[in-house]
């Protein structure tokens, strides 16, 4: 028997309604109930936690490892070490490989290399169509035995409104969503930034805030015909949430996601043309900006997503019309979270933690995001009052594609407990006291 | 001829290492470049060769295809007795897998101090101006800004009408696509006029309108206010998809000819920038007719740019050993 407290830190479970000081034990990899074993009972480790939240894991619902295919960018393992450091103790990885996983072996392969890295918890999420190409379904049934837990094309729209109906109507049979990159393919092409005064300023082609609505609207609509769940991924746009809340409203399997970035930063960012700052969909106005966190405030986005994008350096340092979308983002999601929606009062802990545990466990019907006695325990401890320096070359990612280097912040991840094994610890943080001598 | 002495041009408060647009210029900036770009003209008169940049090397970058204004740059450099080296993108280093800033570094290291640079990607200028430890002057970036043709713009018209001060320039065609438009734009209100843009809603970028320009749709509409016509060129090339359904049709909604002119003010300048597509944007009889100044404004190029690169060399460290 194994067994590790952690005393006295702020413990934070929304989907217990639990906020309360007290400590939380656990033995055996599971979390239980003190008041079984005495408060007397002496654990073998003990963290104490005075000052900080303690939670469970984070869940990322979508990031990109790109491994099989791309590993320069990432590896499962690098990956998933960034996302321990990041607090995050689970995450959905999306299928942008090559190859694409769209069969059971490739799904199998992703479990494997999660396995095999024994760093955070990566599930697969297989693709949508063959190929990612639009045309034929994936053997979705196949990557569910596989350990597919739910279904994308990556950040290739499914366009075709035929192909996304029947995928809705079949992954209803496992009651598995469908996470999609709401955009109409022929409305950004070529594009390299929001549609706007800025794009116009600059002289980089724009990307139209009603290219995501469009389709946001459209996959509101198949997904009340057919029965479905559909996800929208790093949703960017104000109308894109006033039509997600009026359709949680009518009772329609929709949800959606935001990504901190679009949080914190408006389209003006980019001109200095730092391509740190291409990211897609792209970073949009301040009016944008407010309604995303309207929409997190009232319930209608329900998860936040780093959307981890790593990409080489090489692949980041071309011009900003040739370099590719996305940043980096798992290790600096909570502090900047911190800066956007805690510091100005935008929503409580309690809030923040429940989108990054309990709103994505419930969207990938993970059994996870949770720590009530008996679940298993991952568990991820906060300072939530130290200030410190994102510094990108501290990162464990394999890239460095973050546009916040040297900034200060507040938040800090200090330990990640997966499976009861704390898998990550602060530099700085105080060492696990042992009672096992 | 020979090199005649250094004359003394002043160079008044010029402290910028590079030229990366208008944008960020101030009214005093582009005056001093305007009034810079005269004094040479008036040095040019004997068209003996300057001394001014003895000791320089320029380097032409033009990673984007260009005829007029390459040889606008490498003539500007040369009456001015600086070293110039050309680079072309095609058959070089990056069609073997080379990074442009690799490139760009590669030359520099050569003993470059200034280098003109073009390309089709917004920004890439700037992006290089980060890398690189000589002066970089824009020649054009994509769709953003080509601030020495926006410059000799303004210079010819400045040349004609005194000030521009009060004055409407109506700038008519592909505004989206253009960069010598986004120059021209922020130049010309800087230095007191008023700026329409005109042309089908397709051709004109969002939001516009928060730059202080006036969008006209109709040209009709706007000739009798007009002091000056700029007839931006339809970039073609720039261009995905349909724009508008026809060049016919293009042509009679705003094609600069004869009857358009006769609608126009007695004294209107015409201008392009070029390479005009003749009964397109224009038609020949105003191209080649008293109102139009396109040659003047291809022979104003060469002093604004000998001024630009003078101003810039001014202010770059001078490397007398190759590093």
């Known amino acids: 028997m194994s067994s590790l407290r952690i005393k006295n830190g702020r413990v934070i479970d929304p989907s217990n309604h639990l906020d309360a000081q007290q400590d939380l034990l656990i033995i055996d990899g599971l979390v239980v109930d003190e008041k079984e074993f005495g408060a007397d009972f002496a654990a073998d480790r003990e963290i104490d936690a005075t000052g900080m939240i303690v939670c469970p894991g984070l869940i990322d619902c979508h990031v990109s490892f790109r491994e099989p295919g791309f590993e320069e960018d990432e590896t499962i ?88 109906r029947r995928a809705l109507q079949y992954t209803s049979m496992w009651n598995r969503a469908i996470l999609n990159h709401a955009q109409v393919p022929e409305l950004v092409q070529g594009g390299q930034m929001h549609e706007g005064f800025q794009s116009t300023v600059l002289g980089l082609r724009g990307m139209p805030a009603a290219a995501e609505e469009i389709m946001v609207r459209r996959d509101i609509a198949l997904a009340e015909t057919s029965n479905g769940r559909v996800h929208i991924m790093s949703i960017s746009s104000k109308r894109s949430v006033e039509e997600i809340r009026q359709a949680i409203s009518r009772g329609i399997q929709v949800s959606a996601d935001v990504s901190p970035h679009h949080l914190l930063l408006t389209d003006e960012c980019l001109v200095d043309y730092d391509t740190n700052y291409k990211v897609d969909p792209p970073i949009r106005t301040e009016e944008h900006r407010q309604a995303l966190i309207e929409g997190l405030a009232d319930g209608t986005i329900s998860c936040i997503s780093s959307d981890h994008q790593p990409l080489s350096e090489e692949k980041k340092s071309l011009e900003i019309d040739q370099a590719p979308f996305g940043i980096a983002g798992l290790e600096t999601l909570l502090p900047l979270c911190v800066k956007t929606l805690i510091e100005p009062g935008h929503l409580t802990w309690s809030q923040l933690i429940c989108k990054l545990t309990h709103g994505p466990a419930t969207l990938l019907g993970l059994d996870a995001g949770t720590i009530r006695p008996g679940s298993v325990a991952d568990v991820t401890i906060i300072a939530p009052d130290e200030t410190w320096s994102i510094r990108t070359d501290q990162f464990q990612s394999k890239s460095r594609n973050n546009p916040f280097d040297d900034m200060v912040v507040t938040g800090r991840v200090k330990y990640t407990i997966v499976d009861g094994e704390v898998r990550f610890q602060c530099r700085d943080a105080e060492l696990i006291r042992s009672n096992k001598i | 001829m020979a090199a005649s002495p250094t004359s003394s041009v002043p160079i008044g408060n010029w402290k910028r290492r590079h030229l990366l647009g208008l944008e960020k210029l101030d009214r005093e900036e582009i005056e001093l470049i305007l009034d810079h770009a005269a004094e040479f003209k008036t040095l040019q008169a004997t068209r003996s060769k300057l001394s001014h940049l003895n000791g320089i090397v320029v380097a032409n970058l033009f990673f984007e295809p260009s005829t007029r204004t390459k040889t606008s740059f490498s003539l500007a450099a040369k009456r001015l007795s600086a070293d110039t080296v050309d680079f072309t993108a095609s058959g070089s280093s990056l069609s073997k897998g080379e990074t442009f800033i690799d490139t760009a570094l590669t030359i520099e290291s050569m003993g470059v101090d200034l280098m003109v640079v073009r390309h089709s990607s917004p920004g890439a200028p700037e992006l290089l101006s980060r890398h690189l430890k000589s002066g970089v002057l824009n020649a054009g970036d994509g769709t953003h800004e080509h601030p020495t043709q926006g410059l000799l713009d303004i210079f010819t018209m400045r040349e004609k009408l005194g000030s521009l001060e009060g004055k409407t320039v109506t700038l008519v065609g592909d505004i989206k696509h253009s960069r010598v438009a986004r120059s021209n734009i922020w130049g010309l209100q800087k230095l007191g006029a008023k700026v329409i843009v005109c042309g089908p809603p397709t051709l004109i970028p969002v939001e516009i309108e928060q730059l202080g320009v006036t969008v006209a749709h109709r040209f009709d509409d706007v000739l009798a206010e007009s002091d000056v016509i700029n007839l931006l060129r339809v970039q073609f090339e720039r261009q995905r998809g349909a724009f508008f359904p026809s060049i016919a049709e293009y042509a009679h909604l705003f094609g600069m000819n004869k009857k358009r002119l006769q609608k126009s003010k007695e004294d209107v300048l015409i201008l392009a920038p070029g390479p005009i597509n003749r009964g397109v944007e224009i038609t020949p009889d105003v191209a080649d007719g008293k109102h139009s100044q396109i040659l003047h404004q291809v022979t104003n190029g060469l002093f604004v740019r000998m001024a630009c690169l003078h101003l810039l060399a001014q202010t770059q460290e001078r490397k007398s050993v190759i590093q």
């Not at chain 1, 072996?105 to 992703?110: D, K, Q, R």
């Not at chain 1, 045309?135 to 996304?164: T, V, Y």
């Open chain 1, 77 to 164: 393992e690098t990956g998933a070490t960034a996302a321990l450091a990041g607090g995050f103790t689970t995450v959905a990885d999306l299928p942008d490989t090559f190859p694409v996983v769209d069969s059971r072996a490739s799904a199998e392969f992703v479990v494997r290399q999660s396995d095999r890295a024994a760093q955070c918890r990566v599930v697969p999420i297989g693709a949508v169509t063959k190929n990612h190409a639009g045309e034929e379904l994936a053997e979705i049934g196949q990557l569910i035995d596989g350990g597919a837990i739910a279904f994308s094309d990556g950040k290739r729209p499914i366009s075709n409104p035929e192909i996304m």
